[in-house]
């Protein structure tokens, strides 16, 4: 299969904060491309710049070459792959199917045995960059799979980001967004702490930023998510609830290896109660109203 505009048909399924802006770079790279998701009034902006919407996903995925799926929990991810109306159901052989959502390594391996069963092709690939790397075009992609389904993808891959790794067998790269998440987990607690000790010490936070978030201190979220802080944007560019989940998986993975994660343990319990106070559909920098 050759992936190239004007040559593939691609279908986006989740128009959510990251898929809106992934799907439209595809539009816009000169791809036909067909998209599904559960309100079509999130779709109506990329509709009225040539998209075309399909009413399920089995119609969607009768119709595509190539069906990327960027959902919230790994519960849609096994209906939108393996339910009645499902993608296995229905894309035709030789289809290629990349989920980009966060999901469970082990459902990512279950998806790729099934879809073989059906002459398909199937790549787990999630992404880190939020929003702002989802609107830019520089998500970081991580992922797992057959190598040369992987290599004939990347063209496609790199409409949408920048740092594109193929990682390994099937549930590679969500293993490998996994530890993309524990490293942020324990991270936002160390940045929400240090913005928060500098207004207790009476400095001005955006001046503190601009010496530590230059040094050693640097970081994606201190540089990102801190200026959301500082300013109290809590708007999502990641949602708190996605975040826990993702968390859930890693600590389920990380206790069926043996492995402890102090530092993931303490991340979840400080946003569990981030929800309790009502900011589970905000952005991961509402953590910062716990130190507030």
Not at 28 to 44: I, P, S
């Amino acid at each position: 299969m050759s992936v190239e505009p004007g040559q593939t048909s691609v279908g986006f399924i989740g128009l959510g904060v990251m898929g809106q802006s992934m799907a439209g770079h595809i539009l816009n790279a000169g791809y036909e491309l067909h998209v599904h998701t559960r309100t079509r009034q999130k779709a109506e902006i990329i509709l009225s710049k040539g998209a075309v919407w399909e009413d399920t996903v089995g119609r969607l995925s009768r119709k595509c070459d190539v069906i990327i799926t960027m959902v919230g929990f790994p519960a849609d991810v096994e209906d939108v792959y393996l339910g009645p109306d499902g993608i296995l159901n229905h894309a035709g052989k030789g289809t290629v199917v990349i989920d980009m959502t966060t999901s469970s390594p082990d459902l990512a391996v279950r998806i790729y045995e099934q879809a073989k069963l059906f002459s398909i092709e199937c790549l787990d690939a999630p992404v880190s960059g939020g929003d702002l790397g989802a609107l830019n075009a520089t998500l970081s992609i991580m992922a797992g799979g057959d190598k040369k389904i992987f290599d004939k993808m990347i063209p496609l891959f790199e409409v949408m980001g920048k740092n594109i790794v193929f990682q390994g067998k099937a549930g590679s790269g969500q293993h490998t967004k996994m530890a993309n998440q524990i490293a942020i987990a324990a991270g936002m607690v160390a940045v929400c702490e240090s913005l928060a000790y500098a207004k207790k010490a009476g400095l001005d936070p955006q001046t503190v930023f601009k010496s530590i978030g230059q040094g050693a201190a640097g970081s994606w979220s201190l540089n990102n998510l801190g200026p959301r802080m500082i300013a109290g944007d809590l708007e999502p560019g990641f949602y708190i609830k996605h975040f826990i989940k993702d968390m859930k998986i890693a600590i389920a993975s990380s206790s069926r290896s043996g492995l402890r994660t102090p530092g993931l343990d303490l991340a979840m319990s400080l946003y569990e109660k981030t929800v309790k106070m009502g900011y589970e559909n905000k952005g991961t920098q509402a953590l910062f109203k716990l130190f507030e």
